[in-house]
């Protein structure tokens, strides 16, 4: 099995940075994609950004092309989402997550089999 822990995330004002990192550990492997996702409270989990691991290919949300940016470190085992100019409508809980197969939408988050534990981004207008 994948277990993914996340961290870095924080409160900052409108117009601010943070970075998130992701580290895997376990039968990577298997693992094809890693993909952020984040949930706002009373809304629906939805995807953020998704690259695919054996390429570096990279997927960004429209909602956020141009503001964050997704890569990885394959040889720490670790994705990162640098989130830039950052917006109230921003806030939510990110989640790391590991999608073990090809095909299916990647920004569905049913397709994705293992889940960090959330990591907590507060942005203030």
């Known amino acids: 099995q994948v277990q993914l822990v996340e961290s870095g995330g924080g409160s900052v004002q409108a117009g601010g940075s943070l970075r998130l990192s992701c580290t895997a550990s376990g039968y990577t492997n298997s693992v094809k994609y890693m993909g952020w996702f984040r949930q706002a409270p009373g809304k629906e989990r939805e995807g953020v950004a998704v690259?695919?691991?054996?390429?570096?290919?990279?997927f960004h949300v429209d909602s956020v092309k141009g503001r964050f940016t997704i890569s990885q470190n394959s040889a720490k085992n670790t994705v990162y989402l640098q989130m830039n100019t950052l917006k109230p409508e921003d806030t939510a809980m990110y989640y790391c997550?590991?999608?073990?197969?090809?095909?299916?939408?990647?920004?569905?988050?049913?397709?994705?089999?293992?889940w960090g534990q959330g990591t907590q981004v507060t942005v203030s207008s």
């Open positions: 997550a590991a999608k073990d197969a090809y095909g299916g939408s990647l920004f569905d988050p049913t397709n994705f089999v293992r």
């Open positions: 690259i695919v691991r054996g390429t570096g290919m990279t």
